[in-house]
């Protein structure tokens, strides 16, 4: 594995992975907060605020509902296929592991060795 986090063949896939990633997430926080909103709902006395909070409750169920079905549609979630989950979920652990060997902070964080030349190196320093 190439210890580099700044070599770009380390960005491979990153852009779809981040995005199934923030996607997860979102899922999460929504059901996060459809449950603390509906022990809220059982909390509260206030008739008004009752109906606030149930308000919010279908606008949080229906959000949870948007992204789960996106994720499904992008294949980055299978609820109903559990061998389809297991692989995502492989994939997953097998990326934080190689993330996590990585030297994240190196002391050295030049990259002027990897390139043979300066961008304006072809124009010469009195065009540039």
Same mark, same amino acid.
């Given at each position: ?5 700044? &070599?770009?063949?380390? #960005? ?12 997860? &997430?979102?899922?999460? =926080?929504?059901?996060?907060?459809? =449950? ?8 509260? #006395? ?11 409750? =279908? ?17 980055? *979630? ?14 997953? #652990? ?20 990897? *390139?043979?030349?300066?961008? &304006? ?8």
């Amino acid at each position: 594995m190439n210890q580099d986090y700044l &070599d770009p063949s380390n #960005a491979r896939h990153m852009p779809e992975l981040a995005d199934m990633t923030f996607a997860m &997430d979102l899922m999460m =926080r929504a059901k996060e907060g459809v =449950r603390n909103m509906a022990i809220a709902l059982t909390e509260t #006395a206030s008739t008004e605020l009752r109906s606030v909070l149930r308000k919010q409750l =279908r606008q949080g169920i229906a959000m949870h509902q948007e992204v789960t079905e996106l994720m499904m549609r992008k294949k980055w *979630f299978h609820p109903h296929e559990l061998q389809e989950q297991y692989k995502l979920d492989q994939l997953a #652990a097998k990326n934080t592991l190689m993330i996590s060997e990585m030297d994240l902070f190196p002391g050295d964080t030049s990259r002027k060795g990897m *390139f043979d030349r300066e961008p &304006d190196a072809k124009l010469g320093r009195s065009e540039a």
